[in-house]
């Protein structure tokens, strides 16, 4: 395995472990962003190879030589699916410290189970 790969998957494992010790919301967005930017970062690791060529703007004389555009494009939309993703976790995290006034797991599952006993 390359550097390229073996990188990801331990930053992929720590983000994993943040998410499941962590007690604080906002840790444990900051770790799914990691886990979103771990794959992303494996799979173009995985389609990055030395010696090729643009598969646009050059002639192409030999064909096996072109980057491959597919898993770029596929990247950058996972990147703006993660973007927009993390920003609806930071609303609705503003809305939970604006009800309960904690960004504890544990504080905000407590105060929710009280309210809606009182329903």
Known sequence: MRMMEIVP???FFMGMFGLMTSKNIIKSIACL???EMAVIVFILGLA????ILPPVGQSLENVYSVADPLPQALMITAI???????AIDFTMIINLV???KSTDWDE????STE???EC
């Open 80 to 86: 703006i699916i993660g973007l927009a993703v993390t």
């Open 9 to 11: 998957i331990v930053v």
């Open 115 to 117: 309210n809606f006993d």
């Open 98 to 100: 604006r009800r309960y």
């Open 48 to 51: 990055f190879r030395t010696g």
């Open 108 to 111: 905000v599952k407590a105060m």
């Open 33 to 35: 962003v990691l886990l």
